[in-house]
């Protein structure tokens, strides 16, 4: 079952715009991390955000966590083509991560 | 570049036949973890270890079993495969028992039974 939640399931941009997705889960937790999986192949750790912090930067990503709502946002600033992929939230369960349904992010030249 | 391989990266195998589906990796992590993806679908845990010898079943059952006699290498094997179990099959590490850091990913196996 799943324990985060993406939104939205699919965006599409211009290159150059910033993206922004969201992740709602349900349980409490002490991290949230996030990861892109190009097509086809596996998923890439891209960040992790501890429960007692509020936003964290790295290079052009910034991601937020709201633990009173449950949720947390990934921002890409600056898109480019190579972005094109779809990522995912994770929460840890039982010592293991558990991973939302993803967004699939598609950036337009 | 990655440090956890899964071969092969793409099979096509006929209905009844039985397969492996190899992992290893070079980091000496002691846990490791077998996921199902359906194209475009999240991902969902089917095997686990946390070390040689040790082997669970995820929240998705699956048919397949594993094996973790090598902290290295931690195979996915299907006995008998049929076209419900065409998929991809990642493979993951983690340094810590704790689901507190980031995983590694190897590049997967895309497995289509016909």
């Known amino acids: 079952s799943q324990q985060g939640e993406e939104d939205p399931q699919a965006l599409s941009i211009q290159e150059g715009e910033n993206a922004t997705m969201n992740c709602s889960y349900k349980t409490s937790i002490n991290n949230l991390q996030w990861y892109r999986q190009n097509s086809g192949r596996g998923l890439v750790h891209l960040i992790l955000?501890?429960?007692?912090?509020r936003e964290k930067h790295s290079g052009r990503l910034r991601v937020t966590l709201d633990t009173s709502k449950k949720s947390s946002s990934l921002l890409i600033t600056a898109s480019r083509a190579a972005d094109t992929a779809s990522y995912f939230c994770a929460t840890p369960r039982a010592q293991k991560l558990v991973f939302g349904q993803g967004t699939r992010l598609t950036i337009n030249p | 570049e990655a440090d956890i391989y899964q071969t092969p990266r793409y099979l096509v195998i006929g209905t009844g036949k039985k397969i492996t589906l190899e992992c290893s990796q070079t980091m000496g992590h002691d846990k490791m973890y077998w996921y199902q993806q359906d194209p475009g679908m999240e991902l969902h845990l089917i095997h686990y270890?946390?070390?040689?010898?040790?082997?669970e079943k995820g929240d998705l059952s699956s048919e397949s079993t594993v094996s973790r006699i090598r902290t290295e290498h931690f195979p996915l094997t299907l006995e008998s495969a049929r076209p419900s179990h065409t998929s991809q099959y990642l493979c993951?590490?983690?340094?810590?028992?704790?689901?507190?850091?980031?995983?590694?990913f190897g590049s997967g196996t895309r497995l289509t039974v016909v």
């Open positions: 955000i501890r429960s007692n912090e």
């Open positions: 993951a590490s983690s340094e810590y028992v704790s689901a507190n850091y980031g995983y590694t």
């Open positions: 270890s946390y070390g040689v010898n040790s082997t």
